[in-house]
């Protein structure tokens, strides 16, 4: 069976609206913080939150690859890179 690429937009992954109040929550949350110690502790929490999501993303992109024969481009699903 052949395989083709299909890019990521194809996907309806756009956040719902309970992620969409979370972030806003965050994002007030890193405004309104004073203390360097609990932004480091948003930091290590918005860290692990966001290796864990990579990892459900694989693993669901290695799914659809295996049940629907559907590939997606490793750089569509890779992580974004950190700029000081």
Not at 30 to 37: A, F, P
Not at 42 to 71: P, S
Request: aromatic share 6%.
């Amino acid at each position: 069976m052949e395989e083709h690429y299909v890019p990521l937009n194809k996907f309806d992954i756009e956040p719902s609206i309970d992620d969409l109040f979370w972030e806003e929550k965050i994002k007030r949350a890193i405004q309104d913080c004073n203390s360097v110690n609990a932004l480091k502790e948003m930091a290590t929490l918005l860290a692990r939150i966001c290796t864990q999501r990579q990892g459900v993303i694989k693993g669901l992109v290695k799914d659809i690859h295996l049940f629907n024969n559907v590939l997606i481009d490793a750089n569509d699903i890779a992580n974004p890179e950190l700029k000081p």
